[in-house]
């Protein structure tokens, strides 16, 4: 019988000693000194040991094919004669082919793997005095949030406080040689972004002021590891209390709508921006930098394509960003510069140049504070259509609006059949003597009165009672 | 089929319908609206061959507008309220034998319906070609009724979105 020591092993394996011992040990077997013996079970415990390790499982160690590997080799030679008259040449030519077929059912990791990649949604917000809200405790809907008020309840409050936490993150993660989430970087990076976003005197003025009062933020989303809370008082200026810090930073830039289109002012806007003090918001200069990406190529074309395709037919041609550094509208009949194309226009081409650049695509965020602004019906109705079909995409959306029109084109998408599964919530703000209230549910129907409703009905009595 | 004449427009239900107007019943008017003042009452109760109870409230303008367009569907939610707050005491006490099937047939329905019949003002112009948008009313009867029926409906004549029965 082919007993060996564990020394002969190693020669004939060609593995150093200590190592073969090391893997002995934790394959379990008994064998631990150079001149124990091994066996011809034992030592068909230990490949099927070393072969887990590489990633194969038991069964294909005991022999059970579930991947077939074919090959093909082919030798030929060709013969050349380089100059006439002179040695023939020989060039030998070896064409291999390798193909390898694995047993379907082997193939369940690839799509536990796709899982695992899948968009990180965010679960819910609670906070407590930021701004007009006093306490507020908001679970998202992983698809569609549609955040609905009169004007000055909060809503694009709420937009930017989420926006800002994602994309602090989102920027240090993005950094060349970022580290894990400290304290000390996130206290005054998250502060800088909300006096940035929110353009406050101070950033204490973010808190609800009745005396001396802090402002609580907590985010929690589907994935632990990003889950964050912070808070600040009406004295802060330049720094926020980490109270809960994340483990890892946020892997994808979240998007800022504001309600102002921003094609026109691209042209060397960042630049200024940087090089200036601008009472302009940051999430001007944010989304500015995202338009100026570069196109999208690749394996997801065809879903930008489908994505696409109804914003050019709204819009009547496509986006493209010339050498110059301005935006135009490209149609059958030529370009169009940016600020001669419809204010309305210009927003879905904002819009359209997201999708055009993989920015809004398959995961991420889209923060869109009324998204109805300068737009016609016709056009609302096709961004009702690209907001629902961005989030079955994989991107979780936030908008804030006032218009019945919007909200009711919404109502109508969601009721399709093929829309079942969009997971959508509502959130209506109402003013109270105590700051603004928030109620929230998955129907237009659970958060309350719509001042845009309540007003059209109004304005149906007017309407009646005028001769 | 059915005739029933309410506020001057006729409805006819399919036979086999239980249909009763729910305004004349005397258990309503001698005793349950006496418990005190503002107890409303819907115009009809409709129950199908399915065990459907549809409830039913007729508002024409053309005829008269005392309430305002804003304040219908509160109104509306009102008459519903208090009519399904009737039919149970009227399953037990009522003294009519008609009223009181009928209110047991509401008791037994499987599934409850609100619908109302709005006919618009004569009043119009091109920027209101009606001058009460149905589907403001509609919404707004839905945000309110939404635990009895989430999906009430506002229907006129010519647009009875497939309802069983004629209204002229």
Redesign the interface.
């Given at each position: 019988m082919s007993t060996k020591t564990v020394r002969q092993l190693a020669e004939v394996v060609k593995m150093p000693l200590e190592r073969l011992l090391e893997e002995l040990k934790k394959a379990g077997l008994s064998a631990c000194a150079p001149d124990d013996a091994i066996n011809e079970n034992e030592k068909m415990q230990l490949l099927a040991h070393l072969r887990k390790r590489h990633g194969k499982d038991e069964g294909a160690a005991e022999g059970s094919l579930k991947r077939v590997t074919l090959k093909r080799r082919t030798v030929s030679e060709l013969k050349q004669a380089s100059v006439p008259g002179s040695t023939t040449k020989t060039i030998s030519v070896e064409v291999r082919k390798q193909k390898t077929y694995i047993k379907r059912s082997n193939v369940v990791d690839d799509s536990e793997l796709q899982k695992e990649q899948e968009p990180v949604k965010i679960a819910q917000m609670a906070l407590n005095n930021l701004t007009v809200f006093s306490t507020a405790d908001l679970k998202f809907g992983s698809n569609l949030n549609v955040i609905v008020g009169e004007n000055g309840t909060g809503k694009t409050h709420l937009l930017k406080m989420i926006y800002s936490v994602l994309s602090v993150s989102a920027e240090e993660g993005r950094k060349p040689k970022a580290t894990l989430p400290t304290k000390s970087v996130l206290q005054t990076r998250l502060a800088d972004k909300l006096f940035n976003n929110y353009r406050p005197d101070s950033l204490g003025r973010l808190v609800k002021r009745k005396g001396r009062e802090r402002c609580d933020i907590s985010l929690v989303l589907e994935q632990s590891d990003w889950d964050i809370a912070f808070s600040f008082a009406s004295n802060s200026k330049s720094e926020v209390s980490i109270e809960k810090l994340p483990n890892t930073w946020v892997d994808v830039s979240p998007v800022y709508f504001p309600t102002r289109e921003l094609l026109t002012i691209y042209p060397n806007f960042i630049s200024v921006y940087e090089g200036h003090y601008l009472e302009f918001e940051e999430t001007w200069r944010d989304t500015c930098s995202l338009l100026g990406a570069l196109i999208q190529r690749g394996t997801k074309e065809k879903r930008i394509r489908e994505l696409l395709e109804p914003l050019e037919i709204a819009m009547g041609g496509a986006i493209v960003l010339d050498r110059n550094g301005r935006f135009y509208l490209r149609t059958d009949s030529g370009s169009m510069e940016m600020p001669l194309v419809a204010e309305g226009l210009r927003k879905l081409g904002m819009l359209a140049r997201l999708i055009a650049t993989g920015a809004l695509l398959d995961k991420g965020y889209l923060f869109w504070d009324e998204p109805e602004a300068n737009l016609n019906p016709v056009l609302i109705k096709q961004v009702a259509k690209s907001i629902l079909d961005l989030s079955d995409s994989g991107i979780q959306i936030f908008i804030a609006t006032h218009s019945l029109f919007l909200l009711r084109e919404l109502e109508i998408l969601l009721s399709d059949p093929i829309r079942k599964n969009v997971k959508a919530k509502f959130f209506g703000l109402h003013q109270t003597d105590d700051g603004v209230r928030i109620d929230q549910g998955s129907t237009v129907d659970d958060i309350g009165d719509i001042a845009a409703l309540d007003e059209e009905l109004a304005q149906s009595d007017r309407f009646l009672t005028v001769d | 089929m059915q005739h029933f004449n309410v506020d001057g427009l006729n409805f006819d239900f399919p036979d086999g319908w239980q249909v009763s107007k729910y305004d004349d019943w005397s258990f309503y008017r001698n005793q349950f609206s006496r418990m005190w003042n503002g107890i409303k009452s819907l115009d009809l109760i409709a129950i199908d061959s399915d065990k459907t109870a549809w409830l039913i409230e007729v508002k024409d303008y053309r005829v008269n507008?005392r309430t305002?367009?804003?304040d219908?569907?509160e109104e509306v939610a009102h008459k519903i309220f208090d009519t399904l707050a009737a039919i149970i005491p009227a399953k037990i006490h009522a003294t009519d034998p008609d009223e009181k099937q009928l209110a047991r047939a509401v008791s037994a329905s499987r599934k409850l319906r609100v619908v109302l019949h709005l006919e618009q003002?004569q009043?119009h112009?091109k920027l209101?070609p009606r001058?009460?948008?149905p589907?403001?009313?509609q919404?707004?009867i839905?945000?309110l009724l939404?635990p009895v029926d989430?999906h009430p409906l506002v229907v006129e004549l010519g647009l009875m979105r497939g309802l069983e029965w004629d209204v002229s």
């Open positions: - | 507008s305002k367009p804003s219908l569907a003002p009043k112009s209101r001058a009460i948008n589907a403001d009313v919404q707004k839905r945000q939404k989430s």
